[in-house]
């Protein structure tokens, strides 16, 4: 018999108001929370005293770990953007082009942009 099954027999023929819980006097406030705040405040105290030498250490002896940790408060979804031009128009795309071309010219001989390096005119595409 599981916990609920048992509530459920317990709890068979009885009215509750919707709302209003089965236990009106409810668990005694903060006794939740007491564990877990004091369980964090003596992390936080041993992390002050020896956080940055113990990540040092297990970065050091014990990489496999060290990964998990970082991984474990990494976003779910972590979207990167490395494609800087991809929020470009058109026209700012042609004048970046533009720009890198006046750049690049003095080290293509003279050549400007549509020409060879022998001056022999536009390329075509084939």
């Not at 027999?9 to 406030?29: C, Y």
């Not at 490395?82 to 042609?94: G, Y």
Request: proline share 5%.
């Amino acid at each position: 018999m599981t916990q609920a099954d048992s509530t459920g027999r317990k709890q068979a023929g009885k009215l509750f108001t919707k709302g209003v819980s089965g236990n009106p006097k409810g668990r005694p406030k903060g006794s939740r929370n007491a564990l877990g705040e004091a369980f964090i405040e003596a992390m936080y105290a041993d992390f002050q005293a020896h956080g940055v030498a113990a990540i040092a250490t297990v970065r050091e002896e014990r990489p496999d770990q060290y990964l998990k940790v970082v991984a474990s408060i990494l976003p779910k979804e972590l979207n990167v953007n490395v494609n800087e031009f991809e929020a470009l128009s058109d026209d700012e795309l042609i004048e970046r082009l533009r720009q890198l071309e006046a750049v690049v010219r003095p080290f293509l001989g003279g050549a400007g942009a549509g020409e060879d390096r022998e001056g022999a005119g536009p390329q075509t595409a084939h």
